[in-house]
């Protein structure tokens, strides 16, 4: 509007500006010739006097028909706003509606004036107005049975200042407006109800193994099998009817199957009851219940990548233990399921598979690193050095990457110190192994973790081209992606029962020395809290394996005894249990003045246990300003769920976590939330 003031000014008084040129040429003129000059001004003076009468005569005309087409351009504009087919408003800076076109109050149901925005659209969270002139503000909102798009503007501009000025506009504490939010309201119902369409639509790839398909049949006697078979074929069928699902079997005990996005969320909801259908499929016997394991593969960007993300799902979840669901969406990794033992396998051939492909890989490279996890325990210990002596029996050079050693390794690694047989430099620091390190020549061996945070040496893990993991804990999201060679067993009672049984798989002789049976003996011993977790058939033949190899039970023992002040810590730390929700032990081992406070804290845990009526203990151990959680259970309570939900990881029965920047309170609270939670949603 102002603009067009500006316009129309300079159009009347051009006139005059012509005139004052025309005055100018008459008296350079009147220097040249008198005559010529005079007449000339004597136009001039005409030319003003017409110009004068036509201003001052057509200048209320001309004002009158200016306003009047202002006018009707207003109403024009008025018009357009509010036959205008989007719904449009404009509030205050105090987000009130002080105009709104048919369309808005057709849409608010509202034909009042005054009330605020946020009364239409409660159900947005965070709102906010735009703040200044230009902010854009965009949110979802649904209104009636509608979705809806609200766009919001902020306008401030010197016209409208004016205008609001002329309007006398105030807000509600008497302060002149000076801006207003324009609002739009954009219908996206049927766009969004085409993109959910198109995207329950979608196709997911699955997969389905039986964990113990061969293993129960042998169980279970030959006339039988056929009928189980069918039994479980049935169920799994029946089952995949309910999602309108399209199956296939691969194999005798794979199969491979389709179904659309839409019935995700009721598998999810559910928890994926197959698992518990197949597993209430049974002959009458414990040896004849099977469990199934699930793979899918959620928004791939095409189906051969749905297909690949359901073969790292069903993995995951095999090498977690079997009998869970696991849904892989991108990098987020979802688990179901879990709540049974791993089913010992009664074969062999796995063992033997993997025990030749690592003695090829051996024997290709000219160094062998070898490392467990960070704060090394018996078992990391005992595999490491049942992995070193299958490098030395290959005539391999090998190191075992070590940095600090608690007092429950000490009684070991001091024999090899100690002992003539073993060259200086088979134990070194992690500095050392980076530096002696050539990741294209070397080999790099890992036993007793699968995640490379918590090796004893994770830029030594980044470092090397060619690796191999031994492991017996169940596999999380974020395990070692790049290694050659992998024998992640969860069945297995400790990492030392794995290379016990590769080692004997070897070949050429191998045997093992006295000081490293029992290094592995001690790890099996203490992995299974003295044969009394966690062991089958296969832990006692590993053991049986050592002690025909020299490991002697009694130097054992004696080894591993308690002095007085961790006995009497331990006893502390029992005495202060605390019973949650009738079942749960929870305790806080401080252990001062204790060399190895997180194995006091573990058989605190296991102690705890021996309680009639406690089906999880969980033990919190303030050490070097972390807290660690050492987790418990007999077959009831699955910990290793548990742990997971905190950051942690391990078995069903035997699960750790580690807390930092809290305190060991703190940590029983979230362990206690943990525990409500999972109590409310009936995992418990």
């Known amino acids: 509007m102002k603009l067009g003031k500006e316009r129309l000014a300079v159009y009347l008084i051009l006139p005059f500006l012509?005139?004052?040129?025309?005055?100018?040429?008459?008296?350079?003129?009147?220097?040249?010739?008198?005559?010529?000059?005079?007449?000339?001004?004597?136009?001039?003076?005409?030319?003003?006097?017409?110009?004068?009468?036509?201003?001052?005569?057509?200048?209320?005309?001309?004002?009158?028909?200016?306003?009047?087409?202002?006018?009707?351009?207003?109403?024009?504009?008025?018009?357009?706003?509010?036959?205008?087919?989007?719904?449009?408003?404009?509030?205050?800076?105090?987000?009130?509606?002080?105009?709104?076109?048919?369309?808005?109050?057709?849409?608010?149901?509202?034909?009042?004036?005054?009330?605020?925005?946020?009364?239409?659209?409660?159900?947005?969270?965070?709102?906010?107005?735009?703040?200044?002139?230009?902010?854009?503000?965009?949110?979802?909102?649904?209104?009636?049975?509608?979705?809806?798009?609200?766009?919001?503007?902020?306008?401030?501009?010197?016209?409208?200042?004016?205008?609001?000025?002329?309007?006398?506009?105030?807000?509600?504490?008497?302060?002149?407006?000076?801006?207003?939010?324009?609002?739009?309201?954009?219908?996206?119902?049927?766009?969004?109800?085409?993109?959910?369409?198109?995207?329950d639509n979608r196709q997911i790839c699955g997969l389905l193994y039986i964990d113990n398909y061969d293993e129960v049949l042998e169980a279970v006697d030959e006339v039988k099998r056929s009928l189980l078979t069918a039994l479980v074929d049935q169920k799994i069928n029946k089952y995949m009817q309910t999602i309108n699902a399209?199956?296939?079997?691969?194999?005798?005990?794979?199969?491979?199957?389709?179904?659309?996005?839409?019935?995700?969320?009721?598998?999810?909801?559910?928890?994926?009851?197959?698992?518990?259908?197949?597993?209430?499929?049974?002959?009458?016997?414990?040896?004849?219940?099977?469990?199934?394991s699930i793979g899918l593969g959620v928004n791939a960007p095409s189906y051969a990548a749905g297909y690949e993300y359901a073969r790292a799902a069903i993995d995951l979840a095999l090498g977690r233990g079997g009998d869970q669901a696991v849904v892989k969406d991108g990098d987020n990794i979802t688990y179901?399921?879990?709540?049974?033992?791993?089913?010992?396998?009664?074969?062999?051939?796995?063992?033997?598979?993997?025990?030749?492909?690592?003695?090829?890989?051996?024997?290709?490279?000219?160094?062998?690193?070898?490392?467990?996890?960070?704060?090394i325990d018996v078992d990391a210990f005992g595999a490491c050095i049942g992995v070193y002596r299958i490098a030395k029996h290959l005539g391999k050079k090998a190191h075992i990457v070590i940095n600090e050693v608690g007092s429950s390794v000490r009684p070991l690694i001091s024999q090899f110190f100690n002992s003539n047989e073993y060259e200086e430099d088979m134990f070194i620091s992690n500095l050392k192994a980076q530096e002696l390190a050539r990741p294209e020549e070397d080999l790099l061996v890992i036993v007793d973790v699968n995640r490379p945070s918590i090796t004893e040496c994770p830029e030594l893990v980044d470092l090397m081209h060619d690796i191999i993991v031994l492991d017996h804990h169940r596999l999380t999201t974020d395990s070692i992606e790049n290694a050659q060679l992998s024998y992640v067993e969860p069945y297995a009672s400790s990492?030392?029962?794995?290379?016990?049984?590769?080692?004997?798989?070897?070949?050429?002789?191998?045997?093992?020395?006295?000081?490293?049976?029992?290094?592995?003996?001690?790890?099996?011993?203490?992995?299974?809290n003295?044969?009394?977790?966690?062991?089958?058939?296969?832990?006692?033949?590993?053991?049986?394996?050592?002690?025909?190899?020299?490991?002697?039970?009694?130097?054992?023992?004696?080894?591993?005894?308690?002095?007085?002040?961790?006995?009497?810590?331990?006893?502390?730390?029992?005495?202060?249990?605390?019973?949650?929700?009738?079942?749960?032990?929870?305790a806080i081992c401080d252990a001062e003045g204790v060399e190895s406070p997180t194995v006091l804290g573990a058989q605190v845990a296991n102690d705890l246990m021996e309680i009639n009526g406690i089906r999880a203990s969980f033990v919190f151990t303030p050490f070097k300003d972390k807290i660690y959680v050492s987790a418990r259970s007999v077959d009831e309570v699955n910990v290793q769920v548990i742990m997971e939900k905190l950051g942690g990881g391990g078995h069903m029965t035997v699960a750790g976590a580690q807390f930092t920047d809290i305190d060991a309170q703190e940590a029983v609270r979230r362990v206690k939330a943990v525990l409500n939670a999972m109590k409310r949603g009936g995992e418990l």
Not at 349 to 370: Q, S, Y
Not at 538 to 557: C, S
């Open 246 to 292: 399209l199956i296939k079997k691969i194999e005798k005990d794979k199969y491979f199957f389709v179904f659309q996005n839409r019935y995700l969320p009721e598998l999810t909801g559910k928890k994926f009851p197959i698992l518990e259908e197949v597993r209430s499929v049974n002959l009458g016997t414990a040896e004849s219940v099977i469990t199934v």
């Open 336 to 375: 179901f399921g879990g709540k049974s033992e791993s089913v010992e396998k009664s074969t062999r051939v796995k063992a033997r598979v993997k025990a030749h492909a690592l003695r090829e890989m051996m024997e290709a490279r000219d160094v062998v690193f070898i490392m467990g996890h960070a704060n």
């Open 18 to 199: 012509l005139g004052a040129l025309l005055l100018v040429a008459s008296v350079g003129e009147y220097f040249v010739s008198r005559e010529a000059g005079t007449l000339c001004l004597v136009i001039t003076v005409i030319y003003y006097g017409v110009a004068v009468f036509l201003f001052l005569y057509h200048k209320s005309n001309i004002l009158r028909d200016y306003t009047d087409f202002a006018l009707d351009f207003n109403k024009v504009q008025r018009k357009l706003l509010e036959e205008l087919q989007v719904p449009y408003a404009l509030l205050n800076s105090e987000g009130s509606v002080i105009w709104n076109n048919e369309q808005f109050r057709e849409v608010s149901k509202r034909s009042h004036r005054g009330y605020s925005i946020r009364e239409l659209v409660p159900d947005v969270k965070a709102f906010s107005l735009p703040k200044q002139a230009g902010d854009e503000r965009n949110y979802r909102a649904v209104i009636g049975d509608r979705q809806y798009r609200l766009f919001m503007e902020m306008i401030d501009t010197p016209e409208l200042n004016e205008d609001l000025e002329a309007q006398k506009i105030f807000d509600s504490k008497g302060k002149k407006i000076d801006s207003l939010v324009a609002v739009f309201l954009f219908d996206e119902t049927e766009i969004r109800l085409l993109k959910q369409e198109n995207y």
């Open 530 to 586: 003295n044969f009394l977790t966690k062991t089958g058939v296969r832990t006692f033949e590993a053991a049986a394996f050592l002690r025909r190899n020299g490991a002697d039970i009694t130097r054992i023992r004696k080894a591993f005894r308690m002095d007085m002040n961790e006995y009497l810590e331990k006893a502390k730390a029992i005495a202060g249990t605390e019973i949650f929700l009738d079942s749960f032990a929870l």
């Open 495 to 528: 990492a030392c029962e794995l290379v016990a049984e590769v080692l004997q798989y070897i070949g050429n002789g191998l045997k093992l020395r006295p000081l490293e049976a029992e290094a592995m003996y001690s790890g099996i011993m203490i992995d299974t």
